[in-house]
T-cell receptor
């Protein structure tokens, strides 16, 4: 079945790297996503990765996918206060499937 | 500017009243979605529409209704049958409901039942 799990809270110091983790249970997931939600706003797609990839890098963001363990991570280098938000991972098992979101993790960046 | 507009941003309702949340997009997207967000619960899908004049129930459709008479519009009615309607409601759209599935979200509507 479809289920996405994330821990709830992470606090980091400005300038450090942040690593946000996610596990999923549907081994057929074709697409995996990271969305960001700033306070009181909607979600914004940060990046996504296809299941045939192990890693994807986009400026300060690095996504790692371990299909064997069904583990997805998002690394944010040089974390800034503007990165403070809720981060959701999501999976899409197939082209005709709907997105399933995790519960989200709140990232707090302290000066 | 292209995007998704939700209104109102904040809404208060008395118990027993129906309320309709507006969602309009000018992205020419075929698919539109309504999600409900509660603290610590993530996003749960209420209804979605793949094309005009068609829509399907999501995971938590009870107590809600939708219509899709125009491509640009997908209003959500929260009926008095919804037992716990206080939540943050998010509308989203995508080119289609198949493919990569990238969703574009509105800014949300916060409904409080008094």
């Amino acid at each position: 079945g479809e289920d996405v799990e994330q821990s709830l809270f992470l606090s980091v110091r400005e300038g450090d790297s942040s690593v946000i983790n996610c596990t999923y249970t549907d081994s057929s997931s074709t697409y995996l996503y990271w969305y960001k939600q700033e306070p009181g706003a909607g979600l914004q797609l940060l990046t996504y990765i296809f299941s045939n990839m192990d890693m994807k890098q986009d400026q300060r963001l690095t996504v790692l996918l371990n299909k064997k363990d069904k583990h997805l991570s998002l690394r944010i280098a040089d974390t800034q206060t503007g990165d403070s938000a809720i981060y959701f991972c999501a999976e899409k098992p197939g082209a005709n499937s709907k997105l399933t979101f995790g519960k989200g993790i709140t990232l707090s960046v302290r000066p | 500017d292209g995007g998704i507009t939700q209104s109102p941003k904040y809404l208060f309702r008395k118990e027993g009243q129906n309320v309709t949340l507006s969602c309009e997009q000018n992205l020419n997207h075929d698919a539109m979605y309504w999600y409900r967000q509660d603290p610590g619960q993530g996003l749960r899908l209420i209804y979605y529409s793949q094309i005009v004049n068609d829509f399907q129930k999501g995971d938590i459709a009870e107590g809600y209704s939708v219509s899709r008479e125009k491509k640009e519009s997908f209003p959500l009615t929260v009926t008095s049958a919804q037992k716990n309607p206080t939540a943050f409601y998010l509308c989203a759209s995508s080119w289609t409901s198949v493919g990569t599935g990238e969703l574009f979200f509105g800014e949300g509507s916060r409904l409080t039942v008094l």
